[in-house]
């Protein structure tokens, strides 16, 4: 089992930067994946940003150039740095860890709020 803690969220106004975290119970050196995705008010949970195992990291494209997604496996955490902020991007955010043989495992999740 691997359980993942979000935190960092919170009101910011449009424009504005929040860096979030998620942190894991036990080691994320083998985790496949970790991912965040993020569901706002009435829509589906969309897919944000995703770093691998291997270093590589993959971007939504309404995020690109905006959003750095980092991962410190010697701490058992992923960042998600978010940049300029739109209001559209109010939504909830979470953390996601997938492992072929490990399983799949996601956190509660953090409210951003993007609010003048």
């Known amino acids: 089992q691997v359980q993942l803690v979000e935190s960092g969220g919170g009101l910011v106004q449009p424009g504005g930067s929040l860096r979030l975290t998620c942190t894991a119970s036990t080691s994320i050196d083998s985790m496949q994946f970790m991912a965040w995705y993020r569901q706002a008010p009435g829509k589906l949970r969309e897919f944000v940003a995703q770093?691998?195992?291997?270093?590589?990291?993959t971007y939504a494209n309404s995020v690109k150039d905006r959003f750095t997604v980092s991962r410190d496996n010697a701490k058992n955490t992923v960042y998600l740095q978010m940049n300029s902020l739109k209001h559209e991007e109010t939504a909830v955010y979470s953390c996601?860890?997938?492992?072929?043989?490990?399983?799949?495992?996601w956190g509660q999740g953090t409210q951003v709020n993007v609010s003048s």
């Open positions: 770093s691998t195992r291997g270093g590589s990291t």
């Open positions: 996601y860890a997938g492992h072929i043989i490990r399983g799949n495992y």
